[in-house]
């Protein structure tokens, strides 16, 4: 049987519905959400992991005043590297294709970073998934486009939608890559009491 986890009032900082849709089917149904408003530029020369971790530390900062001391607040940082260059959502479509062509063929990382808060306890970690793209031929790769699907993502695609048809295959969490590596949080979760397979 699941833990009685409503003694918590768990908050999601993000809007991202993928995230949300993700806490859902790991059992938490009963979040709040808030989006907070953080600035995410951050200092030159930090690894990939080193990046993800510092903005979701900035979130669950400015999430402080959105939510009460005792609530447990997640908050996380998605993004997509092909070797040293950050890929983040294209501005265009034009830079939807740039961005889809650079991945054709080629593997790139996912890193999310995630930070778990309640009072002054924080526990902040990173995931990072290898994602390898087969080569798509640019009439695919603009039909893609067409979907709209890339316009809101991170590296311009979404592997749980039509992405997936450039995906050859991956290695590490698929979930990370919708932006949530549901295990690890959960891992997280239970040192703050909440055991979601007890």
């Not at 009963?30 to 900035?58: C, M, N, W």
């Not at 890193?111 to 793209?133: I, K, P, Q, W």
């Not at 798509?136 to 979404?158: T, V």
Request: hydrophobic fraction near 40%.
């Amino acid at each position: 049987m699941m833990e009685d986890y409503t003694k918590y009032n768990i908050v999601l900082a993000s809007g991202s519905p993928r995230r949300q849709e993700l806490l859902r089917r790991i059992g938490i149904r009963d979040f709040s959400v808030v989006v907070p408003h953080a600035d995410e530029t951050y200092p030159a020369g930090l690894t990939a992991q080193e990046t993800v971790a510092y903005i979701a530390r900035k979130k669950a900062e400015a999430a402080q005043s959105l939510t009460a001391p005792d609530d447990l607040v997640i908050t996380a940082d998605t993004m997509v590297f092909l070797g040293d260059e950050r890929l983040g959502k294209p501005h265009d479509e034009a830079e939807a294709l740039r961005m889809l062509t650079e991945l054709s063929g080629n593997r790139h990382t996912v890193c999310t970073g995630v930070t778990v808060r309640r009072g002054d306890r924080l526990d902040c970690f990173t995931v990072s998934t290898d994602v390898f793209f087969r080569t798509a031929s640019e009439a695919e790769l603009r039909a893609y486009i067409r979907s709209g699907e890339p316009m809101d993502k991170a590296g311009a695609y979404g592997i749980q939608g039509l992405g997936a048809l450039l995906v050859e295959r991956i290695d590490g969490d698929f979930f990370n890559v919708m932006g949530l590596p549901v295990l690890r949080l959960a891992q997280s979760l239970k040192t703050f009491g909440i055991d979601l397979l007890s």
